[in-house]
């Protein structure tokens, strides 16, 4: 099956400056690539995804990066605010309804 | 956007308790639903997917007696935790895809259960 792992687990970024989380999967078949924010006692956010045609998505501050022969993908936040403090979490997925495989997660810390 | 609802936020029950958490789409349909578990501090645990109109798969080690699963619309997917006991307590998230041919996954708000 998928495995997915996820660096750094932890993170703090001075407020302003980019923030970076990496993630490399094992299934080659896996074309859906989503990520997560989780804030306190809530469920995840989708805040960006990717598929496996792209290799890069951005969406203002946000963006996804996919290499496909290494199977790796990256989330980069620019400028980040305090509030991008959560947990990120990636997963990867062969798409349609296939379930999602989760990344252990980054808590993001964002020093103001 | 897409909208998943989930009921209750919070529960807390005795031991030997049932507990049914409800997880509904409110804006899209969707034929698969998945039940995550989620331990402090710990990325999700995918227990099973839920199928409209079918039985639900569970993922290996997951107890199918202890947590039933119902999925009897298009929009409503049920978990019951039967006969609960304290290591049941958990944060308990379901998620729902949307468009054709699902994908997007979007999630509930989860259920915080406590079993005293």
């Known amino acids: 099956g998928e495995n997915v792992e996820q660096h750094p687990s932890t993170l703090s970024v001075q407020e302003g400056d980019s923030a970076v989380i990496k993630c490399t999967y094992s299934d080659s078949a896996s074309n859906y690539f989503p990520w997560y924010k989780q804030e306190l006692g809530k469920g995840p956010q989708l805040i960006i995804d990717?598929?496996?045609?792209?290799g890069e998505k951005k969406d203002q501050r946000i963006a996804v990066t996919l290499n496909k022969t290494a199977k790796h993908f990256s989330l980069h936040i620019t400028e980040t605010q305090p509030e991008d403090s959560a947990v990120y979490f990636c997963a990867a997925s062969l798409g349609g309804n296939e379930k999602l495989t989760f990344g252990t997660g980054t808590r993001l810390t964002i020093i103001p | 956007g897409a909208v998943v609802s989930q009921h209750p936020s919070w529960v807390i029950c005795k031991s030997g308790t049932s507990v049914k958490i409800e997880c509904r789409s409110l804006?899209?349909?969707?034929?698969?639903m998945f039940w995550y578990r989620q331990f402090p501090k710990q990325s999700l645990m995918l227990m099973a997917t839920s199928n409209e109109g079918s039985k639900a798969t569970y993922e290996q080690g997951v107890e199918k007696d202890k947590f039933l699963i119902n999925h009897a619309s298009l929009t409503l997917s049920t978990l019951t935790v039967t006969s609960a006991h304290p290591e049941d307590s958990s944060f308990y998230i379901c998620?729902?895809?949307?468009?054709?041919?699902?994908?997007?996954?979007?999630f509930g708000q989860g259920t915080r259960l406590t079993v005293v």
């Open positions: 804006d899209f349909q969707a034929t698969t």
């Open positions: 990717i598929r496996s045609n792209v």
């Open positions: 998620s729902a895809r949307k468009g054709a041919g699902g994908t997007e996954a979007f």
